[in-house]
């Protein structure tokens, strides 16, 4: 059974930081590229950032890109998604998912694109 469990969202102010966490377990995580998706109230679930299975490349959204970082620790089975100068716009539910495919060269930026998915873990930026 595959699972995704992400942890580290909260309540910040606009300016702050937060990192979350997403740890995998039943796949061989090494073998898959690795998303993070968000959706606010109302709203399409959105692509955020996403990294090979090596780690070696990253895809971030223009909206989060110069302040967010994806990483991964193929020792730990876990993705990080590092988020600073948050902005009210940045509150969601921030999903992690796991690739359909394995090494995957450029990974999707569509939700489409992954089989596997958190629970989701919720983001709040004051202003």
């Known amino acids: 059974q595959v699972q995704l469990i992400e942890s580290g969202g909260g309540l910040v102010q606009a300016g702050g930081s937060l990192r979350l966490s997403c740890v995998v377990s039943?796949?061989?995580?090494?073998?898959?590229?690795m998303g993070w998706f968000r959706q606010a109230p109302g709203e399409e679930r959105e692509f955020v950032s996403a990294i090979t299975w090596s780690g070696r490349s990253t895809v971030y959204a223009d909206s989060v890109k110069g302040r967010f970082t994806i990483s991964r620790d193929n020792v730990k089975n876990t993705v990080y998604l590092q988020m600073n100068s948050l902005k009210p716009e940045d509150t969601a539910i921030y999903y992690c998912?796991?690739?359909?495919?394995?090494?995957?060269?450029?990974?999707?930026?569509?939700?489409?694109?992954?089989?596997?998915w958190g629970q989701g873990t919720q983001v709040t930026v004051s202003s």
């Open positions: 039943g796949r061989t995580f090494n073998d898959y590229a």
């Open positions: 998912a796991s690739d359909a495919t394995t090494y995957s060269s450029l990974p999707s930026i569509y939700p489409r694109g992954y089989e596997y």
